[in-house]
Each structure stands twice: as C-alpha cells, then as structure tokens.
C-alpha cells in the first residue's frame, strides 16, 4: 500500500505483554521508512499477560490510539482499517494464528500492510519452533547478526523462504556510553519472572545479592525488579521477588527499585543477572556486565547464550572484587556495543537500515503478495489446527462460531465479566498452579 503524499505512515502494533509492546512499538518506529511521520494505533491481545497502565507507562512509547482486543477482534478491525505497516508482537503460536487469519481476512486483496514480526530479545530457546511459527511475515526480524544467520538456516534447512529474514539490532537499546565508577558505585542485580524456576535457587540470589551488599557497605545493591504483584510480564512469576524479601534483614545499602532499565542503568556500575536482555543493554553502554554462573550453565537458565561473551562469572567472583571484560567480537554480533550508543554516530543507527529499504520497497509496489506462512493444513495437519483453535480460528483462519464480535463495543455486564474471569485465571496461575506442583512433588 503505497504511503500517502505526506509520507504519514499509519502503523498498527499488535502485543500480548508488557516487553512485547516495548519491543513492539519502539520496532515501529525503528523501521519506519525515512521522514515519515508515523501514527501508531496500538492493540493489547487480551490474555495473562496483558500489561497495565502503569507497565504501559513505564515503557515511555506514547500511542495515539491503544484498546484491548481478542484474536477476532483484532482481525475484523483489520479487515476495516487501512494500515501501511503491522508489527505482530507476540508469542510464536499468536503470530502463526495472526497469520493464517490475516491471509483469510485479507482474501483477494491487493493492498495490505507490510507484515513484520520477530523476538524481543536473547532467543536461546525453541528457535526452530519459534522460528517457523514467525514464518509467513514479510519481514522476520533478526536482533543481531548471529541471529540472522541462525533463522536464515532453519528456514533453509525445511524448504522455507528465508528472504524475509531482516538483520536489525534491539530497538531499545541507547543511553549514554559508561563513563566510570560513580560514587558510590552500584552493583544492580537484575531478576526475571521465570528464570529459575523454583523458590531455592531463588532465595539462593536474594540471600547472594544481600550478602554482597554486607560484604561491601561502601556499595549500593539494587535488586531491579520486573513488575509488581499482580501484575503479569512476558513470563510467569510464581514466585516474586517482593514475597522473598519479606521478613528478611536487609542492610541499609539493599533496596528495590522499579522503572524504566534505562534509568536504572544510568546509575548502574556492575550489571548482574542470570539471562536477561538488560544484560545486552547494559553491554550496549558499555557497563561491566556479569552473567551469573552460580546455578550453573543451562539452557534451561538461557545463560548458555553467553558462552564465549567473557561475562560469566559467580557471585564469589563478584564478592571478591572481579571485573568482567567482554569479548568484542562476540559482543559485535550480538548487535551490541559496535560503534558504542546511538548517540556516538555508530553502526547502531544503520541497523535498521534493511529493514526501512524493504519495507520502502514493498510500499512502493503496485501490489501485496497473499501472506504465506510455511504451516498450512497440508504441512503440519496435527500441529496448526490446534494452534489456530487458542485464538478461536478454524484450520483456514476463519474465526470459529461463538467468536467474540468486534462490530460493538462490549457492554458494562461484559466488561464486568471479562475482567473477574482474567481475574480468576491470574489468580489460578500464581496462586493455585504452584500449590498443585508442590503437592505433587511430595
């Protein structure tokens, strides 16, 4: 769909949580052809893990329309509005639903939106499945170039067409480079929602970073948390940090903070973690950045990822003084680091340069190819349909009889009832879930 005299780009963002909207939104912007102005309508795919006004703000992107849908909705809106640009932020199976359903929506037409998806960050798990539940979309975006030389050969590895694998760089990343230990110098300790699992490796890094605290009185520990309870993020948390630290004796120099890790690394000295992407940020700056080894180095951790970074160290290192030094050629096809921030003019800025001539390119053409994604009927018949039916759609793409509809908005009754069953479902995945596991552990 060629854009408009005024080079105003209409973008949709379609994003199932809180760092998928992030990723999502800011991708947005990102990939925008040069001098466009961009109007942005943002859609939340209702769930678990749908973020609140206050994750939505933390993010710091500013849409100028944002709603809630369901699967159906979102594709009978598409069906009226008229985009240039749709950046499916979500898990693999939702864009692979999206896709199918997009193609059925889109039947016979010869103007759609340029179709982009991707990973919001370190992808060190299920990439072949991720990958081929991607496939379909115009443009696959790869965060790195290692990345884009992993998701090219997958997709020629199964007789897929890999041409729309893009090599582009986190959107997020920025923030003026490390100048140097501040006074005092802060040590903060990033924690994911998922990452481990079960409460005594968790309690084993609380009880680590409170102890490095009290081992060094003249630092400040920063335990950065993800969101607060009740709230959902990408990944389940059972067990929070926040409930940990109760009834323990924190030092004066331990605290918890939220907010933007941007912020929070703008007075960061040492970054640790065990896999997060905070870590690819901070390495970005220029922070010294530890990737902890304490637990071991597991896939199942995703600190397997970092094999080679130079990062991997203990929390006894660290108590003992060490100093992590990044291998810079590792580091360099992370997409990280090269050149060093956005603002020093580096290779960072025309990251994204791919991604905009494509999409320039397929905005100039007289006509859309139909979207086809690798999983049809046909290729995985015991795989797609279930995929399909979570989102309410028949093996074609077709939204399923009973689906929700979107030509009315719902009523108080409706609103009411929506919002104690996503309630009641919360409630079973952080509460009831855990209580179950354990039980059948004895």
């Known amino acids: 769909m060629p854009a408009s005299a005024t080079q105003t780009l209409r973008v ?39 973020p609140t006004a206050r994750q939505l703000k933390e993010v710091g992107v500013t849409a100028d329309s944002l709603r809630e849908v369901t699967a159906v909705e979102f594709l009978r809106a598409m069906e009226k509005e008229s985009y240039d640009i749709l950046v499916l932020s979500l898990v693999g199976g939702g864009v692979q639903a999206m896709l199918h359903g997009l193609a059925r929506a889109w039947d016979g037409r010869t103007e759609r939106p340029v179709v982009v998806t991707g990973y ?55 923030g003026d480079a490390y100048q140097g230990e501040r006074d005092p110098y802060t040590v903060v300790f990033a924690v994911q929602p998922s990452v481990p699992d079960n409460r005594r490796d968790r309690d084993y890094l609380l009880n680590r970073a409170i102890q490095h605290a009290r081992f060094h009185p003249n630092r400040e520990v920063l335990l950065k948390l993800r969101s607060k309870p009740g709230e959902h ?69 995703g600190n397997h990822h970092f094999v080679g970074s ?76 279930g995929i399909l039916a979570r989102h309410h759609l028949g093996p074609d793409g077709t939204p399923l009889p009973g689906a929700p509809a979107a030509d009315k908005a719902p009523g108080p009754v409706r609103q009411i009832v929506r919002r104690a069953a996503r309630g009641a479902y919360r409630h079973g995945v952080q509460r009831v879930a855990p209580v179950i596991r354990r039980m059948g552990e004895l």
């Open 233 to 301: 993020t990408t990944h389940i948390e059972e067990l929070p940090y926040q409930k940990l630290v109760q009834g323990k004796d924190l030092p004066a120099n331990f605290s918890l903070v939220y907010g933007h890790m941007g912020d929070v690394l703008d007075r960061t000295d040492l970054l640790v973690t065990i896999s997060s992407t905070a870590a690819l940020e901070s390495l970005h700056r220029r922070i010294p950045t530890v990737v902890l080894t304490d637990l071991g180095i597991r896939e199942g951790l």
């Open 12 to 50: 949709a963002v379609l994003a199932d949580s809180d760092t998928r909207w992030k990723w999502g939104s800011l991708t947005a912007n990102r990939i925008a052809p040069p001098n466009s102005d961009i109007s942005l309508d943002g859609y939340l795919l209702r769930g678990r893990a749908t």
């Open 310 to 385: 130079g990062c991997l160290a203990s929390w006894d290192q660290l108590d003992a003084g060490y100093k992590p030094a990044p291998d810079a050629e590792w580091v360099a096809r992370q997409g990280v680091m090269a050149g060093g921030p956005p603002s020093g003019g580096g290779s960072y800025e025309t990251a994204f340069d791919a991604a905009r001539e494509r999409i320039t390119k397929l905005l100039a053409g007289d006509e859309m190819a139909p979207l086809n994604p690798y999983y049809t009927p046909e290729t995985a018949p015991g795989y797609l349909p």
């Open 120 to 174: 919001v960050g370190v992808v060190y798990e299920k990439l072949t499945d991720g990958l081929l539940l991607r496939h379909g979309a115009d443009l696959v975006l790869a965060n790195s170039r290692q990345d884009a030389d992993r998701f090219k050969a997958v997709y020629d590895g199964v007789g897929a067409d890999s041409s729309a694998v893009t090599e582009v760089a986190l959107p997020f990343l920025g």
